[in-house]
């Protein structure tokens, strides 16, 4: 059964800090892995989807790594903004539709 | 191009009753997917729909069913509502022959 970790829970840090979310995964036979950011009660945004064959996705000032044998992917932010604030989750796509996110990590960017 | 529609976004419902939402894909997007996100649980796929077709199913009970129309649109039943069935109800939407799933904003269910 897949399992979906992120870690850490939640993340405070100053701006204009880089930082890394990190996201972890048991079962390696994944089609893809998404990463999405959610605000407060809102719904999930998609960030950024790094298929199976791929090793990172980059867009803006995000930049996302897949390492499939270790079952790992990172979120690197570059220069956060107080804006970037927000749950980001990560989710790893096995069969059809079905997503199984993880907890997801609470970033907290401080001006 | 409009995203991801649901409705309604909030509803409070009592034990024992039943409730439906609804969720419009992005045009041109077949796949409709529902998840349930509450604080404890974090998000769980619920269902997937494909061209009318059931698809995928979650681990939940039978309380929880769903369907799509002809036109991609998609609605979610919940029977004899219980307390734990307070959460967001999420529904995404994917193009054939892609893997990224749009969600929309949600709605809100609150059981007293």
């Known amino acids: 059964k897949q399992e979906v970790t992120q870690i850490p829970a939640a993340l405070s840090v100053p701006e204009g800090e880089n930082l890394v979310l990190n996201c972890s995964f048991t079962?390696?036979?994944?089609?893809?892995l998404q990463w999405f950011r959610q605000d407060p009660g809102k719904g999930l945004t998609s960030l950024l989807l790094?298929?199976?064959?791929?090793r990172e996705q980059t867009s803006g000032r995000l930049n996302a790594s897949l390492d499939k044998s270790s079952g790992r992917s990172t979120l690197y932010i570059a220069a956060s903004q107080p804006g970037d604030s927000a749950t980001y989750l990560c989710?790893?796509?096995?069969?059809?539709?079905?997503?199984?996110f993880g907890q997801g990590t609470e970033l907290s960017v401080k001006p | 191009k409009a995203g991801v529609t649901q409705t309604p976004r909030y509803l409070i419902k009592t034990r024992g009753q039943q409730v439906t939402l609804s969720c419009s894909p992005i045009?041109?997007?077949?796949?409709v997917s529902w998840y349930q996100q509450t604080p404890g649980q974090g998000l769980q796929f619920l269902f997937e729909?494909?061209?009318?077709?059931?698809?995928n199913k979650g681990n939940f009970p039978g309380r929880f069913s769903g369907r799509q129309f002809s036109n991609s649109r998609s609605e979610m039943n919940v029977s004899t509502l219980e307390l734990g069935d307070s959460a967001l109800y999420l529904c995404a939407s994917m193009r054939k022959g892609t893997d990224t799933q749009y969600f929309g904003p949600g709605t809100r269910l609150t059981v007293l």
């Open positions: 790094i298929q199976s064959s791929q």
């Open positions: 045009s041109g997007h077949r796949s």
């Open positions: 989710a790893v796509h096995n069969q059809g539709g079905k997503l199984i």
């Open positions: 729909y494909f061209s009318e077709t059931q698809r």
């Open positions: 079962d390696s036979a994944i089609y893809n």
